[in-house]
């Protein structure tokens, strides 16, 4: 009769299991099957903790607790019997370990087994993972060997926030000089406010390449949206790229009418590359002489020549227009110095011939002051001796004076006959 009533409250059991949508115990029965998947449990020391020696106690534990019935009829097996202490309704994330644990006594005192079923193992773990999300009713089954009972729990996981997806970014390769922009393709399905940095050779999306930037460097991209951080890593290569030389000297000059001047042609080259000047002919000497009638701008081209570049300059001379004053240049076919010394004769009809140079073209004026008060003289014969010449040239504008020396020889004159007493 017990074998009878055992089988019908099996059947009971097992039809009732089968209609679950989330449970399936279609495949279970008693014997070998249903014992491959126990777990053991001392229902008389309810001290003891039947998770495995791998798991934390700080896990979370859902407990049950069964009253031991007092009417039990000594001639019949009791089964197993649960009285939940509340409603069993747990929230959870995805991502959460869930572990059962229950706590079951037997009236009989029978050795308990459970039966858990997917999404727990045999051990009563389910490590919830992304996609997990929802609500769910999970089973187990309690057995002392004769009878049967199952449990159910309704389970509620949320949703996890799920991390930016940040498309990996190529390396980057560039010549020095260029500038750097560091695309950035990232989604994030819940839209959240999204904090980009950046780490590495920049801190900052773009960045203006110098000529001193060249290597491999390392770079990092991190995305943040407030509950995951996710970064991508690349490398940035900058080129060596050579540098044209540089012209660091003056490039503008104002100088005189028939002025020379020393040119400044410095410059410089980053690489030390060897510099050549390609001067035109008037600056041949790396020198400049205005001429006269030079007045106004001269421009002249040079070029710097580093081998690998040739950088040309404009360099520019601004004449200014200066007068000059008429130079004497001789007097009497001799020509004038501080030492000049012209010799006349007593009763000479002596002539003094200037030549002079004025570079502007301008008319000169000629004033005489000393022995001659003009170009002409007779010399009287009572003029014997030295006498200092001063000259005046003067354009106008400017006039300059000139001093040489006359010396007037003396001559013997005849007697001279006069007639008689």
Not at 37 to 57: D, G, R
Not at 221 to 239: A, C
Request: aromatic share 10%.
């Amino acid at each position: 009769m017990k074998k009878i009533g055992f089988l019908i409250i099996f059947l009971f059991v097992f039809v009732a299991c089968s209609n679950e949508k989330t449970i399936d115990l279609s495949n279970n029965s008693l014997g070998e099957n249903i014992n491959n998947n126990l777990t053991e449990f001392n229902a008389t020391n309810q001290s003891e903790n039947i998770l495995p020696e791998n798991e934390t106690q700080g896990s979370e534990l859902i407990e049950f607790e069964a009253e031991k019935n007092e009417s039990i009829n000594e001639e019949e097996n009791s089964k197993p019997e649960l009285e939940l202490k509340n409603e069993i309704v747990l929230n959870y994330t995805e991502g959460d370990k869930i572990i059962l644990n229950p706590k079951i006594t037997d009236p009989d005192g029978d050795t308990i087994n459970i039966i858990f079923y997917e999404p727990f193992n045999l051990n009563g773990v389910w490590d919830t993972k992304l996609g997990d999300a929802g609500n769910h009713t999970v089973f187990f089954t309690i057995t002392d060997g004769k009878s049967y009972q199952n449990v159910s729990i309704d389970l509620s996981i949320a949703k996890k926030n799920r991390a930016p997806i940040l498309k990996e970014i190529e390396d980057i390769v560039v010549d020095e000089g260029e500038e750097i922009t560091i695309e950035i393709d990232v989604k994030d399905e819940e839209n959240d406010s999204l904090n980009i940095s950046y780490r590495g050779f920049t801190t900052k999306k773009s960045y203006q390449t110098t000529f001193f930037d060249s290597g491999v460097y390392n770079q990092t991209v991190i995305v943040e949206d407030g509950f995951n951080i996710v970064e991508t890593s690349f490398k940035i290569t900058i080129i060596d790229v050579n540098q044209p030389p540089k012209f660091t000297g003056i490039s503008k000059y104002n100088v005189k009418e028939n002025e020379t001047i020393d040119l400044n042609l410095n410059f410089e080259d980053l690489d030390n590359d060897d510099v050549e000047f390609i001067l035109p002919e008037e600056l041949k000497d790396s020198s400049f002489k205005a001429k006269i009638g030079d007045i106004g701008t001269k421009r002249y081209e040079i070029e710097l020549d580093d081998g690998n570049h040739i950088v040309k300059q404009e360099l520019t001379f601004v004449v200014e227009d200066v007068n000059f004053a008429p130079t004497l240049l001789k007097v009497n076919s001799k020509a004038y110095d501080n030492d000049l010394e012209l010799n006349f004769n007593e009763g000479e009809n002596a002539t003094l011939e200037i030549i002079y140079e004025d570079l502007d073209n301008d008319k000169v004026t000629i004033t005489y002051d000393g022995f001659f008060k003009s170009n002409s003289k007779n010399i009287d014969y009572e003029s014997q001796g030295e006498y200092v010449q001063k000259i005046v040239l003067s354009d106008g504008k400017i006039s300059k004076s000139y001093e040489f020396k006359v010396i007037i020889e003396d001559v013997n004159r005849l007697p001279v006959f006069l007639g008689f007493d």
